[in-house]
């Protein structure tokens, strides 16, 4: 166990905000920092907390000076808070910054998903003070419980590692991390040395989109377990995965039961309860479940896990369910999952079984893609606030507001939706949240959808992308907020309506954790090149090659259905199945002609942005 000196302890001012961002450290890992040039490390370890306090300082109040250095772009703006998660020491204490569960925003947004996929963890040292043994075991230790206990991913990384502009970050302690002395065994797979555990992410911490519909399947209905894989990099994320299945296959959810990624992290997709999409004439009565990798990249680690999902869906239904494969199952004709995972399903799915709780916070109680505990659809609206609503159109008995979802709050929202014209299902969706919304005049006086975000975090959202003027968050609905949320809504590629609803945040989210943040000018520079290589999942070096020119034919045929040839020659059939698929994933209403050209060029580069490619 880390011993961590709190916030409290070492002084710190509470944050101007307390607006969380998602945060998903189980996609990536730890990025180390030092404190850089024209810094020195204290000598005396009494000091060491007021050099903390200068930082968080420094990082939230700019001078003057400063502050003309961030209006001409030479500085990042102000932050709410200290960026670091961590902060260690050379006398080998570890100091508690952000903490555990809010996002970093030290590590830059050159990578995407640098901030949201990785803890910062800064050495108090400049880049001429050495690295003393005790700070060298604190980080070893910092990592491992970070990775072991706290659901960091298997990526330690330099701050260089994930910077395209030039830095010497983190200065000595980069040797440490080529070297691996930061590496702890066992660390960043779901579960330490010691422990044995497998976290299963609910829909909630991965910033999945509400469905569009939802069939529910009886436990009594599945028969059967069906392993399927991605055929895509390792690297991709699910609310990529499943903004494929909606917007390229046009389903109305993520098509897959549950996911695993190669670190042993299990994602709620439709979860145990609603009928799936990955296999046709198998969707009510086998639970899919796909490994997020291609042929040969499954884990042992992996594999433990798909075995222990395995093992509870036979203890949830009461019964030994067929272990199958995707291109097995009748009408399936495919490779899926390929033949490493086909065999292993062939030889009985041997794996170790591990115990398996929900990851993502100790405060996340489990929930299944339909909702909370027993029932409800809390993607759109939380229980409670669904008891509020309820509660605001005059339901008697009037519901108690607790959270808890039971057969009084059932009814009530059934009451509601006939009340506001949709199916009485009792499933509070995107349906229900437009009618009700509509119904009761929704958002904030004046304005604006404040029942997934409030007017004043709408107004630092907007601010978050550079709007010009700058929002003045006051929390007051105006047209001067209305015109800066259909700015971002066109940004994030939405509807421009100036309403802030679920569709809006989850694009908002994809946006600035997934997205390239690339400069839409039509122009296929290495910036662009290497974001697309990234996207497809080959290696980023900025250089249009054979290798590059086939991942992205394979990745068309996988999530396009396009049918080519990969050969690593593109030509006119693979543009038109590029532009194809990119009016399919963005709206980007392309002329389907095979040519390349500056408007295909920048429809890419908006749906490398918006993390939809």
Known sequence: MVAIISRASWGAKPPKKTDPLPFAPWLGGIVVHHEGAGHVAVESHSDCAALVRKIQSDSMYYNIVEGIAVQIKLKEPEYDDIPYNFLVCKHGSVYEGRGYRRRSAANGTDVPGANSNYYA??????SDDPVTPAMATAFRDLC?????????????????DVRTSQTHCPGNLYPYVQGGSFVVAGGGTGGGPDDDLLYLYPRSAWGARPPKEVTRVDLSARTGFTVHYSDGPTT????QIQNYHMDSRGWSDIGYNFLVDASGRIFEGRGWHVQGAHATGSNVSHIGVCFIGEDGDATDIALSAIRT??????????????????????????????????????GGMVAAVRGLDWGSGDDLPPSDSSGSAGGGMTQVRSVAAQQQAVNSLGHSPALTVDGLWGPLTAAGVKWLQGRVGVTADGLWGPATESAYTAYSG??????????????????????????????????????QTAAGVKWLQGRVGVTADGLWGPGT???????????????????FGTLTVMATQRAIGVTVDGQWGTESKRALQHHLNVWGNAGLVEDGATGPATYRALQSFLNA?????????????PA???????ALNQGRF
């Open 585 to 597: 994933m963005t709206g980007a209403g392309l002329t389907v002609d095979g040519v390349w050209g």
């Open 121 to 126: 963890v800064m050495g108090l040292i400049g």
């Open 236 to 239: 991709q994320t699910v609310r």
């Open 144 to 160: 491992g419980h970070l990775q072991n206990e706290r659901d960091a991913g298997p990526s330690i990384l330099g701050h260089r």
């Open 309 to 346: 999902l395995y093992e509870t869906a036979v203890d949830m239904t009461g019964r030994t369910l067929e272990k199958t494969y995707h291109g097995g199952l009748p009408g399936n004709s495919t490779d899926c999952p390929g033949a490493m995972l086909r065999a292993w399903v062939r």
């Open 442 to 479: 929704g958002g904030s006086a004046g304005g604006g959808m404040t029942s997934v975000r409030s007017v004043g975090s709408q107004q630092d959202a907007v601010n978050s992308l550079g709007y010009s003027p700058a929002l003045t968050v006051d929390g007051l609905w105006g047209p």
């Open 505 to 523: 945040e989850s694009a908002y989210f994809a946006y600035i954790d997934d997205g390239a943040g690339l400069t839409v000018d039509g122009s």
């Open 600 to 606: 295909t060029v920048r429809a890419l580069q908006t």
